[in-house]
């Protein structure tokens, strides 16, 4: 190991990078094989569009036996890189199993595809690894922090702490890469945080270096999962990356972990490589038999890899998957139904496998990364407890029965404190515990992991593999003597409980044995519990012969497991190799008869149990013998004659008679238990449209791994024909499975595909070409016709087969032949004549008779209508002679129509006349006003199925009924106001007849406010209101006199404001004039002119001395006259005598002589103008 490393400047150690990865290389160069295995490789696709240089590439790689002698190396583009290479786990010859590879790949340019292949090289490069000190050197700047807040309190954790204190373990060590587990799983628990005393929270750090790049990636896991301190923490997350400037790269507020749950999240620090697809080549995983035998012939079409990631219900891209969100998975495990997460694999991950597929890999991790909320997950917190058989202590890892052999686990958290734990082997609970609605059960337990692990090297999904099967370890109840316990003790592995438990428990748990690292304590501990289910069904079904025979497990199982039998008769466990008794057959079922079964057991959860144990078989264990027994279930009920092959498909199978109670012990005994109406063939094809858990599918896979089974040949052959062909595979593959050693399907051609015989027994046969190692076999559809051949065959060959005699009418019968359907259709040798082969019959409704003769009376016919009119009311069916009655409906139609019936295979045509209708209209016509109406007619029809229309001729005129009918009505219209001076008509056609409508125009009103007005002799104006009875009528305004004037408008329509304009009378006579408005006289009465003067002065009052003086006259009107008269002899008018209109009196003013002040008066315009004159 190198040291020091953190003392170097970062240019130094860059440098020695440089210098290890270069003697790397050449070391490594000295070393390739002169080809690599051309079946052997794997390719990387660039997503992003980034060119980079010294991509890092961490992949886990499987390897058949004796590939891979020492140690892998990668091959990319046909040039070797240095590649550090941790073997996990070798085959018994020594040569690698499982490895995990890190190397670089030189340039990955944008959008690039690479192809990296593999060869042998003498070492795995493991020396050169980081030490402690280089890890936390300044140059990676490396810390993660978890940071957990409740109520303002914030606890924390620190992965470069944890590392300080030599809390972890190295993963994987070399040149290109250190990975290690930063965890303190010892009995100080030092950094363990929570928020009381009991500290159930525990942080875990996954980090792996690539020193040559400067980044880390970080993997944050949070569990609550110690046995001693359990209880759900409720607290917001925060996750930082970083240790001189720490950066949030997540957040969460308000967590409620439960107890038993964990979660992780993982992110880079130096910043995350671009986007890439690894397709790590399916068919070569297969050869390695670390995964099923697909067929990878198939091609999953891109519309289904993006349903699966956009579907807006159910798409991996709009789920919920945050932290303890459910993605795509089933949080109540115990669901009924079909689903993704039910199979080898989930769905999701199949399609993964096949495409390498970046939205299907983000779906795949995605929920295997979510699933860690499931409450399986306990770690032993205490240190006086043994893991293993061989002693090894318990402290930190994951349950075993070993250390607490009475636990018991079931469903949810609820079977933490189950009341027959001893006090010694119960968990802990220190608060508040509850579930979240997560509940796993074994019935549904999916694999979410192994691929995961195996094509990652991810310990993540390694240490998933061991809490899940540790879990389902303490599924079974530990009691020691009742068949549904573990075994002998309660610390034994037997698994018992639903058929399809057994099956997903024991692949989960084989699953785990073959993965755990070779010399680790949890293979030994995993592979003791697989072989100690093994001993235990071995001894419950009585398997002699085997290694495991007579052992504690084996009788154990033969004493107690056995039980899970019942007592059915002799033999006690079942001929027909069911796996339980099964449950009662309910009054509803729909396939097994409750009157001929008492129990009945589904064979597709068989199914399950047939793949898992083969499974175990072909990864190394010891269930061969198993699956030889339990496998003839399945080979029996496809290839036994006296059973139809397709009830493979069915929910149920009966296994106990009615009867006496006894187990059915042959197969076609055990088809009387299904009802007669019962369609096999059908449930069958309909299901094959379901890949996701159609039964057939199923049984597809469970057919595949007993395909080397004795029978099982046969057994495949069938379902390679009729399931292997269905189109809903290329979508969902999930259970597209061939037998081991087979690498696709077969195909296969007929030399025909029909044959027409005679009525007479003959014989024939067709022609089958398929390769040579392509099984096939052939059943008849038809009881008439039977093959001869012996079958199956593999490769070209023949079908034989045979026709009886035909007594009846023609028939057709069917061949399934490798899978394709061969049609032979017979002859017939009767004849059928009829009493009359047509009529002629009116519109009413009526009925016949028709006479069949037959050649024979074996002969049978059938009547069959052809117009929904003429309806076969006796005679159906029948044989020999026979008599058909007819029913023919009423023509409702006025078209005459011609139906036929097929009678004995003849037509007997019926022409029946139309319908004749004749209409009367209650009235022809009718006269309304201006004024919109409505107006009904009635329509009286000669029959009251004679139909009739209506139709407005006008569009003043609108259809208030139904513009159709049938029968006599009353039919209703509207008629729309007429805003027209003139009278309108308009038509209706009712019933084929004119109806008329005469609407008489708008007929005028007028109305003035006032008919006369009086006025004085003064010019004036005067507006009058005109009332109209409609806006359109019209009227005209004329002055009769010239001294008024209409200044309005002189003619209009509608109602309105009349205005005149009255001239000045300037005549001393009264007068009277008129204006005729819209026909009517208004009256103008105008007063004569009245004179009236004012004079600018009254009086003067002047000295005695003579002078004159000038007086105005203001008349108010120009023709008033007036005159000016002294009444006075000193005063004398000197103008002004008289005058109209305004004028100007001049008058002259004696000197007064008298001695006295004298008084004197003008009258001027009839008033008075006084002269007050002093004395002298």
């Given at each position: 190991?190198?040291?020091?490393?953190?003392?170097?400047?970062?240019?130094?150690?860059?440098?020695?990078?440089?210098?290890?990865?270069?003697?790397?290389?050449?070391?490594?160069?000295?070393?390739?094989?002169?080809?690599?295995?051309?079946?052997?490789?794997?390719?990387?696709?660039?997503?992003?569009?980034?060119?980079?240089?010294?991509?890092?590439?961490?992949?886990?790689?499987?390897?058949?036996?004796?590939?891979?002698?020492?140690?892998?190396?990668?091959?990319?583009?046909?040039?070797?890189?240095?590649?550090?290479?941790?073997?996990?786990?070798?085959?018994?010859?020594?040569?690698?199993?499982?490895?995990?590879?890190?190397?670089?790949?030189?340039?990955?340019?944008?959008?690039?595809?690479?192809?990296?292949?593999?060869?042998?090289?003498?070492?795995?490069?493991?020396?050169?690894?980081?030490?402690?000190?280089?890890?936390?050197?300044?140059?990676?700047?490396?810390?993660?922090?978890?940071?957990?807040?409740?109520?303002?309190?914030?606890?924390?954790?620190?992965?470069?702490?944890?590392?300080?204190?030599?809390?972890?373990?190295?993963?994987?060590?070399?040149?290109?890469?250190?990975?290690?587990?930063?965890?303190?799983?010892?009995?100080?628990?030092?950094?363990?945080?929570?928020?009381?005393?009991?500290?159930?929270?525990?942080?875990?750090?996954?980090?792996?270096?690539?020193?040559?790049?400067?980044?880390?990636?970080?993997?944050?896991?949070?569990?609550?999962?110690?046995t001693e301190v359990l209880q759900d923490q409720l607290y917001t997350l925060a996750l930082k990356l970083g240790n001189t400037t720490p950066q949030t790269v997540y957040s969460k507020e308000n967590m409620n972990q439960i107890v038993g749950s964990r979660w992780t999240k993982e992110f880079w620090l130096g910043g995350a490589p671009s986007a890439i697809e690894i397709n790590h080549n399916l068919a070569y995983l297969a050869k390695t038999k670390f995964v099923p035998n697909y067929d990878t012939s198939r091609v999953i079409p891109e519309a289904a890899l993006a349903e699966a990631y956009n579907d807006p219900y159910s798409g991996w891209s709009v789920v919920a998957k945050d932290l303890f969100d459910a993605g795509n998975m089933m949080k109540y495990m115990g669901s009924t139904g079909g689903r993704d997460e039910i199979g080898p694999y989930p769905t999701w991950s199949v399609r993964w496998l096949y495409t390498g597929d970046s939205r299907a890999a983000e779906q795949t991790f995605g929920n295997a990364q979510l699933s860690a909320a499931f409450p399986v997950h306990f770690r032993e917190g205490k240190t006086n407890k043994t893991f293993d058989d061989g002693g090894t202590n318990a402290l930190g890892r994951v349950l075993s029965l070993k250390a607490r052999p009475t636990i018991f686990l079931n469903s949810g958290n609820f079977f933490i404190d189950f009341?027959?734990?001893?006090?010694?082997?119960?968990?802990?609970?220190?608060?508040?515990?509850?579930?979240?609605?997560?509940?796993?059960?074994?019935?549904?337990?999916?694999?979410?992991?192994?691929?995961?692990?195996?094509?990652?090297?991810?310990?993540?999904?390694?240490?998933?593999?061991?809490?899940?099967?540790?879990?389902?370890?303490?599924?079974?109840?530990?009691?020691?003597?009742?068949?549904?316990?573990?075994?002998?003790?309660?610390?034994?592995?037997?698994?018992?409980?639903?058929?399809?438990?057994?099956?997903?428990?024991?692949?989960?748990?084989v699953q785990t044995a073959f993965l755990a690292p070779d010399g680790t304590p949890e293979?030994?501990?995993?592979?003791?519990?697989?072989?100690?289910?093994?001993?235990?069904?071995?001894?419950?079904?009585?398997?002699?012969?085997?290694?495991?025979?007579?052992?504690?497990?084996?009788?154990?199982?033969?004493?107690?497991?056995?039980?899970?039998?019942?007592?059915?008769?002799?033999?006690?466990?079942?001929?027909l190799r069911f796996w339980e008794e099964g449950g009662t057959v309910p009054s509803w079922s729909e396939e097994v008869d409750p009157a001929m079964a008492n129990n009945r057991t589904p064979h597709w959860q068989h199914a399950f149990l047939i793949y898992s144990l083969g499974t175990a078989k072909n990864l190394g264990y010891s269930s061969g013998p198993l699956l030889s027994w339990l496998s003839q279930m399945t080979i029996g009920q496809l290839t036994d004659p006296g059973f139809d092959p397709y009830i493979v498909a069915a929910y149920q199978m009966p296994s106990v008679r009615k009867v006496d109670n006894f187990f059915f012990n042959l197969w076609p005994d055990d088809r009387t238990g299904f009802f007669n109406s019962y369609n096999a063939q059908a449930d069958f094809t309909?299901?094959?449209?379901?890949?996701?858990?159609?039964?057939?599918?199923?049984?597809?896979?469970?057919?595949?791994?007993?395909?080397?089974?004795?029978?099982?040949?046969?057994?495949?052959?069938?379902?390679?024909?009729?399931?292997?062909?269905?189109?809903?595979?290329?979508?969902?593959?999930?259970?597209?499975?061939?037998?081991?050693?087979?690498?696709?399907?077969?195909?296969?051609?007929?030399?025909?595909?029909?044959?027409?015989?005679?009525?007479?027994?003959?014989?024939?046969?067709?022609?089958?070409?398929?390769?040579?190692?392509?099984?096939?076999?052939?059943?008849?559809?038809?009881?008439?016709?039977?093959?001869?051949?012996?079958?199956?065959?593999?490769g070209n060959g023949a079908v034989s087969y045979s026709v009886q005699a035909n007594a009846g009418p023609a028939r057709t019968g069917t061949l399934t032949i490798a899978g394709q359907t061969y049609t032979i259709t017979q002859a017939t040798n009767c004849t059928y004549s009829l009493s009359a082969t047509s009529t002629n019959v009116t519109a009413a409704a009526t009925t016949r008779s028709v006479t069949v003769t037959a050649s024979n009376t074996v002969c049978p016919w059938t009547s069959v209508s052809n117009a929904n009119w003429?309806?076969?009311?006796?005679?159906?069916?029948?044989?020999?002679?026979?008599?058909?009655?007819?029913?023919?409906?009423?023509?409702?139609?006025?078209?005459?129509?011609?139906?036929?019936?097929?009678?004995?295979?003849?037509?007997?045509?019926?022409?029946?006349?139309?319908?004749?209708?004749?209409?009367?209209?209650?009235?022809?016509?009718?006269?309304?006003?201006?004024?919109?109406?409505?107006?009904?007619?009635?329509?009286?029809?000669?029959?009251?199925?004679?139909?009739?229309?209506?139709?407005?001729?006008?569009?003043?005129?609108?259809?208030?009924?139904?513009?159709?009918?049938?029968?006599?009505?009353?039919?209703?219209?509207?008629?729309?106001?007429?805003?027209?001076?003139?009278?309108?008509?308009g038509t209706l056609t009712i019933a084929g007849q004119t109806y008329t409508v005469n609407q008489a125009g708008v007929s005028c009103t007028y109305t003035l406010s006032n008919n006369s007005f009086s006025t004085s002799a003064a010019a004036t104006t005067k507006t009058v209101t005109l009332t109209t009875s409609n806006s359109i009528c019209p009227w005209t305004v004329v002055s009769n006199v010239p001294w008024i004037t209409v200044t309005s408008a002189a003619s209009g329509a509608g109602s309105t404001s009349v205005a005149f304009s009255i001239a000045a009378n300037n005549t001393f006579t009264a007068r009277t004039g008129t204006l005729t408005i819209a026909g009517k006289t208004y009256t103008v009465n105008q007063a004569a002119l009245i004179c009236s003067y004012t004079l600018s002065s009254y009086s003067a009052n002047i000295s005695s001395a003579a002078t004159t003086r000038s007086v105005n006259v203001t008349a108010n009107n120009s023709a008033c006259a007036w005159t000016a008269v002294s009444n006075a002899g000193w005063i004398t008018v000197t103008s002004g005598a008289s005058g109209t209109g305004n004028g100007t009196v001049n008058f002259s003013i004696a000197a007064n002589s008298t001695g006295v002040a004298r008084t004197g008066t003008v009258t001027i315009a009839g008033l008075t103008y006084t002269v007050s004159q002093r004395r002298n």
């Amino acid at each position: 190991m190198k040291k020091g490393m953190a003392s170097l400047g970062r240019g130094l150690f860059q440098q020695w990078f440089s210098i290890v990865f270069l003697v790397g290389i050449l070391g490594a160069l000295s070393f390739v094989q002169a080809q690599p295995d051309p079946t052997n490789f794997l390719t990387i696709k660039e997503k992003a569009g980034v060119t980079t240089s010294q991509y890092p590439i961490q992949i886990g790689r499987p390897f058949v036996p004796g590939e891979i002698s020492n140690f892998p190396q990668a091959v990319v583009n046909g040039a070797a890189v240095a590649t550090q290479a941790d073997v996990k786990s070798r085959w018994p010859d020594g040569s690698v199993k499982h490895a995990i590879l890190s190397f670089y790949l030189p340039t990955l340019a944008a959008n690039s595809t690479v192809t990296v292949s593999f060869v042998n090289q003498t070492s795995g490069n493991n020396a050169g690894y980081l030490a402690k000190n280089d890890m936390l050197g300044t140059g990676l700047d490396f810390d993660a922090r978890m940071e957990l807040t409740n109520s303002g309190t914030t606890i924390s954790a620190s992965a470069r702490n944890m590392l300080s204190a030599d809390k972890y373990e190295y993963w994987l060590k070399g040149d290109v890469l250190t990975s290690v587990i930063i965890a303190d799983h010892s009995a100080t628990r030092s950094a363990d945080i929570g928020f009381d005393a009991n500290k159930s929270f525990r942080p875990i750090f996954h980090a792996t270096f690539w020193p040559g790049i400067n980044k880390i990636k970080v993997r944050f896991i949070g569990e609550i999962a110690n046995t001693e301190v359990l209880q759900d923490q409720l607290y917001t997350l925060a996750l930082k990356l970083g240790n001189t400037t720490p950066q949030t790269v997540y957040s969460k507020e308000n967590m409620n972990q439960i107890v038993g749950s964990r979660w992780t999240k993982e992110f880079w620090l130096g910043g995350a490589p671009s986007a890439i697809e690894i397709n790590h080549n399916l068919a070569y995983l297969a050869k390695t038999k670390f995964v099923p035998n697909y067929d990878t012939s198939r091609v999953i079409p891109e519309a289904a890899l993006a349903e699966a990631y956009n579907d807006p219900y159910s798409g991996w891209s709009v789920v919920a998957k945050d932290l303890f969100d459910a993605g795509n998975m089933m949080k109540y495990m115990g669901s009924t139904g079909g689903r993704d997460e039910i199979g080898p694999y989930p769905t999701w991950s199949v399609r993964w496998l096949y495409t390498g597929d970046s939205r299907a890999a983000e779906q795949t991790f995605g929920n295997a990364q979510l699933s860690a909320a499931f409450p399986v997950h306990f770690r032993e917190g205490k240190t006086n407890k043994t893991f293993d058989d061989g002693g090894t202590n318990a402290l930190g890892r994951v349950l075993s029965l070993k250390a607490r052999p009475t636990i018991f686990l079931n469903s949810g958290n609820f079977f933490i404190d189950f009341a027959y734990t001893d006090s010694a082997d119960k968990f802990t609970v220190v608060g508040a515990m509850s579930d979240g609605g997560w509940y796993p059960d074994g019935a549904h337990q999916p694999d979410y992991h192994s691929p995961l692990y195996v094509l990652t090297g991810d310990y993540f999904y390694l240490e998933e593999m061991y809490f899940w099967a540790s879990w389902g370890a303490a599924y079974t109840s530990p009691g020691t003597d009742v068949w549904w316990g573990r075994g002998p003790t309660a610390d034994t592995g037997g698994i018992s409980g639903e058929v399809r438990g057994d099956a997903w428990l024991f692949r989960n748990r084989v699953q785990t044995a073959f993965l755990a690292p070779d010399g680790t304590p949890e293979k030994n501990y995993f592979t003791k519990l697989t072989n100690d289910a093994i001993a235990i069904w071995e001894g419950t079904i009585g398997l002699t012969g085997t290694p495991n025979y007579g052992n504690a497990n084996w009788n154990w199982g033969h004493t107690y497991a056995s039980l899970k039998y019942g007592s059915h008769g002799v033999p006690t466990v079942p001929a027909l190799r069911f796996w339980e008794e099964g449950g009662t057959v309910p009054s509803w079922s729909e396939e097994v008869d409750p009157a001929m079964a008492n129990n009945r057991t589904p064979h597709w959860q068989h199914a399950f149990l047939i793949y898992s144990l083969g499974t175990a078989k072909n990864l190394g264990y010891s269930s061969g013998p198993l699956l030889s027994w339990l496998s003839q279930m399945t080979i029996g009920q496809l290839t036994d004659p006296g059973f139809d092959p397709y009830i493979v498909a069915a929910y149920q199978m009966p296994s106990v008679r009615k009867v006496d109670n006894f187990f059915f012990n042959l197969w076609p005994d055990d088809r009387t238990g299904f009802f007669n109406s019962y369609n096999a063939q059908a449930d069958f094809t309909n299901q094959l449209a379901d890949a996701n858990h159609g039964y057939p599918f199923i049984a597809l896979a469970a057919t595949a791994i007993a395909a080397n089974e004795p029978g099982g040949s046969a057994a495949w052959a069938f379902m390679q024909q009729q399931v292997l062909p269905a189109p809903s595979l290329n979508s969902n593959p999930k259970w597209l499975i061939l037998p081991q050693g087979s690498s696709a399907a077969c195909t296969y051609t007929l030399s025909a595909t029909s044959a027409s015989v005679a009525s007479t027994s003959s014989t024939g046969s067709v022609n089958v070409t398929a390769a040579s190692t392509c099984s096939w076999t052939a059943t008849s559809q038809a009881s008439w016709i039977t093959i001869t051949s012996t079958l199956p065959v593999a490769g070209n060959g023949a079908v034989s087969y045979s026709v009886q005699a035909n007594a009846g009418p023609a028939r057709t019968g069917t061949l399934t032949i490798a899978g394709q359907t061969y049609t032979i259709t017979q002859a017939t040798n009767c004849t059928y004549s009829l009493s009359a082969t047509s009529t002629n019959v009116t519109a009413a409704a009526t009925t016949r008779s028709v006479t069949v003769t037959a050649s024979n009376t074996v002969c049978p016919w059938t009547s069959v209508s052809n117009a929904n009119w003429i309806t076969v009311t006796a005679g159906t069916s029948g044989t020999g002679n026979g008599t058909v009655n007819l029913s023919i409906a009423a023509n409702s139609s006025t078209t005459a129509r011609v139906g036929t019936v097929t009678i004995a295979g003849q037509t007997y045509t019926v022409d029946q006349a139309g319908l004749v209708c004749t209409f009367t209209l209650s009235a022809t016509s009718t006269s309304v006003s201006a004024g919109a109406t409505t107006r009904n007619v009635n329509i009286s029809a000669s029959n009251g199925a004679c139909s009739w229309t209506a139709v407005s001729n006008d569009s003043w005129i609108t259809l208030i009924s139904s513009p159709t009918g049938t029968g006599s009505s009353t039919f209703s219209f509207s008629i729309a106001a007429n805003n027209s001076l003139s009278a309108r008509t308009g038509t209706l056609t009712i019933a084929g007849q004119t109806y008329t409508v005469n609407q008489a125009g708008v007929s005028c009103t007028y109305t003035l406010s006032n008919n006369s007005f009086s006025t004085s002799a003064a010019a004036t104006t005067k507006t009058v209101t005109l009332t109209t009875s409609n806006s359109i009528c019209p009227w005209t305004v004329v002055s009769n006199v010239p001294w008024i004037t209409v200044t309005s408008a002189a003619s209009g329509a509608g109602s309105t404001s009349v205005a005149f304009s009255i001239a000045a009378n300037n005549t001393f006579t009264a007068r009277t004039g008129t204006l005729t408005i819209a026909g009517k006289t208004y009256t103008v009465n105008q007063a004569a002119l009245i004179c009236s003067y004012t004079l600018s002065s009254y009086s003067a009052n002047i000295s005695s001395a003579a002078t004159t003086r000038s007086v105005n006259v203001t008349a108010n009107n120009s023709a008033c006259a007036w005159t000016a008269v002294s009444n006075a002899g000193w005063i004398t008018v000197t103008s002004g005598a008289s005058g109209t209109g305004n004028g100007t009196v001049n008058f002259s003013i004696a000197a007064n002589s008298t001695g006295v002040a004298r008084t004197g008066t003008v009258t001027i315009a009839g008033l008075t103008y006084t002269v007050s004159q002093r004395r002298n």
